[in-house]
């Protein structure tokens, strides 16, 4: 649980940072008015290094800018450029703009008042000049953005207000917000996103709002992804065949139409470390996360409050529910999932699985917290469907979880399959069955701490063959005579 505490803390002190940007952001569009006297216009390709200083800001990109290669553009804190509708900046060379927390660097619409999709946003192309990094991760040169704001951009056609296409620059200090396209699209590319902040931006086209990534490496570290829909998969992320680590980050009120409400990930590898997801919603799988075909390893992270709804298909059956909507927590299918020292707390599926679903996959569980999930069917806590060779469930805490109480509803619900190695867990206090078998065969489920030593309060708390002849029966015995007590978190994470 203190690791929790120190996941909670790093992944939100990002957040007075992020605000005191919004507020330089909303000074400058409040004076835009009276500032129109005075732009210095730019058009078109920038003939040889420049700077754009303050002295001469605002200014105002008349039609779409571009650095070629080997030139590079300058901009200095405090700089405002404006762009006027559907026109970009398109860099090829080298674009340095290192705003400071109190002059941040500012791109935003010309329009009065500005919205989402009045221009169009900056591309890094292929080719140009990459960020480069010294031996302990600090930024050296090449392409950046530092301290600095992009707003109101996504015109119609682009996916992304920052476009890194087969690029490397860094994203460092940066707020990202109320643009009609995904904060960030990455595609054949490398990228850091630091000490950033990605909010309420929306792709109309499907796809993941905040950052979407196709066959790229992409690290997100002490950043807050918050308040982003979209119309598909992915409400805050959505990542295909990339790498993706998130470290020290929140993700938080994303929210999608479709599978994974704060992340959706395909043939990807995906590393999560003390980040936080909470209040991530879907209507089908994933509240907050959704992985297919995928190596998802999480360590030492929280996922609190998040919600797969009921509407997933107007009309369905209850059975067909049953099989859309699972998982308000983490959904992953044909995938390996890793997870270790993570709290998930009050996720609620308005069909089955509360916290965790995982479908013909490869599950290790180990020194996790269950408490306080909920569903309104079978599974508040897990749901295991198909489980592959090499799953483990140990040493992890399972109370005050709640699934239906009536009919044959476990918080641990075993739909098909084999069940997984399962020891040394501490289940107690839930509503509902604690351990509910749906299938035939029989199941191991000894050496757990169930509340108590009484095999037959236990018994009258597992739904197997006693109660129904069709099912294989749980086989609890010997019990443990206390609490399992789970390790500490792993030295060097």
Not at 112 to 138: H, K, L, N
Not at 168 to 191: F, T
Request: charged share 20%.
């Amino acid at each position: 649980m203190m690791r929790r505490e120190h996941s909670l803390g790093d992944a939100r002190k990002n957040r007075p940072a992020s605000r005191s940007f919004l507020a330089a952001a909303g000074l400058v569009l409040a004076l835009e008015s009276t500032e129109a006297a005075g732009e210095t216009t730019v058009c078109g390709p920038i003939e040889g290094n420049a700077t754009w200083t303050v002295a001469s800001h605002p200014y105002l990109v008349t039609c779409s800018i571009i650095v070629p290669k080997h030139v590079t553009l300058t901009i200095e804190p405090g700089v405002e450029v404006r762009v006027r509708r559907r026109q970009s900046v398109i860099v090829e060379g080298t674009l340095m703009g290192q705003g400071t927390e109190t002059e941040p660097i500012i791109f935003t619409s010309k329009a009065d008042p500005p919205y989402p999709g009045d221009w169009g946003g900056i591309s890094f192309a292929q080719g140009s000049s990459p960020a480069r990094y010294d031996d302990q991760g600090r930024y050296r040169d090449g392409s950046a953005l530092r301290f600095a704001v992009v707003q109101f951009g996504g015109s119609s056609g682009r996916l992304g207000a920052v476009e890194i296409l087969g690029a490397g620059p860094s994203l460092d200090h940066v707020v990202i917000q109320k643009n009609a396209a995904s904060a960030v699209k990455i595609e054949n590319g490398r990228v850091r996103i630091t000490h950033s902040s990605l909010v309420e931006n929306s792709n109309s086209q499907a796809f993941g709002s905040g950052v979407l990534s196709f066959s790229s490496d992409v690290t997100i570290e002490d950043s807050v992804i918050s308040k982003s829909p979209t119309a598909g998969n992915g409400g805050g992320i959505q990542a295909s065949d990339s790498v993706l680590t998130i470290r020290n980050s929140a993700l938080d009120q994303n929210e999608t139409s479709g599978n994974g409400g704060g992340l959706f990930a395909t043939d990807s590898t995906v590393t999560i470390e003390q980040s936080v997801f909470s209040a991530n919603r879907s209507p089908v799988r994933g509240g907050a996360l959704y992985a297919a075909r995928s190596n998802v390893v999480i360590r030492n992270s929280a996922f609190e409050g998040n919600l797969t709804m009921e509407n997933a298909l107007r009309g369905a059956s209850t059975e067909e529910l049953r099989h859309l909507t699972r998982g308000a927590g983490i959904y992953v299918t044909a995938s390996r999932l890793t997870v270790t020292h993570t709290t998930f707390t009050n996720n609620l599926s308005h069909v089955d699985c509360g916290a965790l679903a995982a479908a013909d996959s490869t599950l290790i569980l180990t020194g996790n917290i269950f408490v306080e999930n909920g569903a309104t069917g079978d599974g508040a806590a897990l749901c295991l469907d198909g489980m592959v060779d090499g799953s483990s469930v140990t040493l992890n805490t399972i109370a005050r979880n709640r699934s239906q109480p009536l009919g044959a509803s476990g918080v641990i619900s075993l739909q098909s399959g084999r069940f997984p190695p399962f020891s040394h867990n501490n289940i107690a206090d839930n509503t509902g069955y604690d351990l509910a078998n749906h299938t035939a065969r029989a199941i191991e489920a000894a050496h757990n701490w169930w509340g108590s030593q009484d095999e037959g309060a236990i018994r009258a708390r597992i739904y197997d063959r006693t109660r129904d002849g069709t099912k294989g029966e749980v086989l609890i015995s010997p019990v443990l005579d206390q609490p399992a007590t789970p390790p500490g978190p792993s030295a060097g994470r």
